[in-house]
């Protein structure tokens, strides 16, 4: 049976996120600031619509904060954590294995559902469950790769009369898509490679889709390679292999084996820290910000039911895992509550940034763990170089360390869905 994937991806998430909670901005535009209330991270539609740039210092749209009253929030990660637990628990009561990507996109497995829904029906549902019990919007790519499962979803963000919802399983439309999209916006690609890519007069996913392998592979990379075989509907890229995702890193798993013990979470997510951050270097990125959860099976309805997340700023963004890690343990020992059988646990690392323009404050300041960042740099490398080359893995032991620090957060919507004392008011 030829695999099918569904990306499900929620519109605007941050945005949506606060808007939800707050009926009367149904109409009006929204920014998310990153960490210290710096740059646009998140616009609404009605934001994007203004003209608002993703990236853009706030500072520099003063005037259209004014003019267009647009609603400025600071990142609420605690509430985003939350709601993202709540869209991935969903999705997982519809689709027999569910893959999440980053804190607002999931990939579902559908193979062999056609037996009993059409794919596109199937995609509706997922769309309308998720509005009814989360309230949030989403849209859904399905493809029988993942790499076509990203083009479809892009698809049908970006062409309204599509409902959200796109079946690309049929490769003429495949085709007639592809000839539409530029080769940058392929899972993937991005723009220094997709300048590459054109220099050799491939412009469109679909040039990719029929350039000749060998040459891909021999003047790109094998990764390359099988991204256009991806785009010609065969499936061969594994999970791992998963280009890392541009505004979080996630890494989480369901347990084989229900666990209770506080020192079996540790390990499970030391292991699932040194993961995400392997991939951070593997991308170049550094995180300011982490979020840990655990959760026991909400479909073992027999048995008490606990599910937190719980998210910490990091003091200067880093791609060090001895920070990262001693920061995880930190959140995890907050979040754990003895008497429960945990059933999944997971990692995201998000406000990533790459190194430019980071470098000088990073090698002049030492931070608050004293770690030379050149040595980290060192270190990190090594470590990385022994886990590809080898089974066995270095990882990082468990150690205590300090918590949060005072940020700037001057638009912090409350913590709507953890807190009782901040449940949102109903008139
Ligand atoms: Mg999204």
């Not at 505004?247 to 798993?253: D, P, T, V």
């Not at 666990?259 to 040194?274: F, G, N, W």
């Not at 027999?302 to 895992?321: C, E, F, I, M, N």
């Not at 004293?370 to 170089?385: F, Q, T």
Request: glycine letters at 6%; one cysteine or more; charged letters at 25%.
């Amino acid at each position: 049976m030829t695999s099918v994937f569904a990306l499900v991806d929620c519109n605007n998430f941050y945005a949506s996120c606060e808007k939800l909670f707050r009926p009367d901005l149904r109409h009006t535009p929204v920014v998310v600031l990153s960490n210290n209330d710096g740059c646009v991270v998140a616009r609404s539609k009605e934001a994007k619509t203004l003209g608002i740039k993703m990236g853009v210092p706030v500072h520099h749209i003063q005037s259209d904060i004014r003019r267009h009253k647009i609603q400025v929030f600071s990142s609420n990660y605690t509430l985003y954590g939350d709601m993202s637990r709540r869209v991935m628990v969903t999705l997982e009561s519809l689709a027999p294995r569910v893959d999440v990507y980053s804190i607002d996109e999931a990939f579902l497995d559908l193979t062999g559902i056609d037996r009993v829904v059409s794919f596109e029906e199937f995609g509706c549902q997922v769309k309308n469950t998720i509005f009814r019990s989360v309230g949030l919007p989403v849209c859904v790519g399905i493809a029988p790769t993942r790499t076509l499962a990203k083009l479809a979803n892009y698809s049908a963000k970006h062409y309204p009369a599509t409902g959200g919802v796109v079946d690309l399983t049929d490769t003429a439309r495949q085709r007639r898509l592809m000839a539409r999209v530029p080769v940058e916006e392929v899972w993937g690609v991005g723009r220094k490679l997709s300048a590459r890519l054109q220099a050799m007069g491939i412009e469109t996913a679909l040039d990719l889709a029929d350039a000749d392998p060998a040459t891909v592979r021999k003047r790109f990379s094998v990764v390359l390679e099988r991204t256009a075989r991806e785009l010609r509907g065969i499936a061969c890229l594994a999970w791992e292999d998963a280009p890392p995702a541009k505004k979080q890193i996630m890494c989480s798993r369901s347990f084989g084996q229900p666990i209770q013990a506080l020192s079996d979470l540790e390990e499970a997510v030391s292991h699932y820290t040194a993961r995400a951050t392997e991939k951070l270097r593997k991308g170049q990125l550094y995180a300011g910000e982490l979020m840990v959860f655990i959760r026991t099976n909400p479909f073992r309805a027999s048995v008490p039911q606990y599910s937190r997340s719980a998210s910490v700023s990091l003091v200067s963004p880093t791609q060090d895992s001895r920070v990262i890690t001693r920061q995880a343990m930190t959140l995890l020992r907050s979040l754990y509550r003895y008497g429960f059988d945990y059933a999944k646990a997971g990692v995201m690392l998000s406000e990533l940034v790459d190194g430019t323009g980071l470098q000088s404050d990073l090698f002049e300041a030492p931070g608050e763990h004293n770690y030379s960042a050149e040595r980290a740099a060192r270190l990190m490398a090594v470590m990385d170089d022994i886990n590809r080359k080898s089974r066995a893995t270095v990882t990082m032991a468990r150690e205590a360390g300090p918590g949060a620090y005072a940020m700037r957060r001057k638009h912090l919507s409350p913590a709507y869905t953890t807190s009782w004392k901040q449940l949102p008011d109903v008139y």
